[in-house]
Nanobody, 125 residues
């Protein structure tokens, strides 16, 4: 199983970025997906999750209304559209999957059993 995040970079506050996560080696359509981030010197935190069908999404409070998670099952891709970026959004963003369920009632605490390498997002003030 491989997950590879891309699309990070340097952006000014108020700008936008679209992160992508390419997935291979699993039954993608049966897996829920999540995005996490880890800022320098801080613990990893949950950002957003999406069910296998895309009909269920969940966002951490600090990104709700600014970020949108989506997926394209035909392409084995998951996306995170990030708008109105703030300096505090600076972090390494990683995608992860829980292959044991289509959706969890606790998206933050789901059994994310595969993780990808992250992509760095830097937001300047």
């Amino acid at each position: 199983v491989q997950l590879q995040a891309s699309g990070g970079g340097l952006v000014q506050a108020g700008g936008s970025l679209r992160l992508s996560c390419a997935v291979s080696g699993l039954t993608f359509r049966r897996s829920m997906m999540g995005w996490f981030r880890q800022a320098p010197g801080k613990e990893r935190e949950f950002v957003a999750a999406i069910s296998w069908s895309g009909s269920n999404t969940y966002y951490e409070e600090f990104v709700e209304g600014r970020f949108t998670i989506s997926r394209d099952n035909a392409k084995y891709m998951v996306y995170l559209q990030m708008n109105s970026l703030k300096p505090e959004d600076t972090a390494v963003y990683s995608c992860a999957t829980d292959t044991t369920t289509n959706w969890s009632t606790d998206p933050r605490g789901a059994n994310y059993n595969y993780w990808g390498q992250g992509t760095l997002v830097t937001v300047s003030s």
